[in-house]
């Protein structure tokens, strides 16, 4: 699957990842990308991660990973977060953290798609809270 990813990602789309490549050495991290400007980032974050050989991870709610498309999300490096109000958030994703071997969670820290001022600060304290470093990335179309 890697080659195909490789293929579609230099030769089609024409892009290369330059900077940090020394994932092995790092098992868990918060991994920001920014910018998040469409939903086409997802798909273009997995291609990526399966063209450059890492595993890395997501988290999204609940609801969202119950049959029958809950295992592609899981497949796919998902990890299912309650969304109660009365619950802390960085705790629970912290929580994630302690609990596997190798997590690299990746998210936006816009928060949205659309174009932000300042970005929100929950990747912070989430890496904070799970002693985690964060790994910064951005996407150059």
């Known amino acids: 699957m890697q080659w195909l990813s490789k293929f579609i990602y230099h030769k089609l789309l ?3 990842a330059t900077g940090f ?4 050495s790092v098992k868990k991290a918060v991994l920001i990308a920014v910018p998040h400007t469409s939903w086409h980032d997802f798909f273009i974050g997995i291609l990526l991660r399966s063209a450059i050989g ?5 988290v999204g709610k609940k609801g969202l ?5 809950g295992w592609f999300f899981r497949w796919l490096g998902g990890a299912p977060v309650e969304r109660k109000n ?19 969670m990746t998210m936006a820290p816009e928060g949205t798609r659309k174009k932000v001022e300042e970005w ?4 912070y304290y989430i890496a904070k809270a ?3 470093p964060i790994i910064m990335f951005t996407l150059d179309f």
């Open 21 to 24: 490549s020394d994932f092995d």
């Open 130 to 132: 799970a002693n985690v």
């Open 54 to 58: 890492i595993e890395t991870n997501y």
């Open 14 to 16: 024409g892009w290369k």
């Open 120 to 123: 929100r600060t929950g990747f």
């Open 86 to 104: 009365n619950e802390n958030q960085v705790e629970a994703i912290a929580r994630l953290f302690a609990e596997k071997e190798v997590f690299r």
């Open 65 to 69: 990973f119950k049959f029958p498309i």
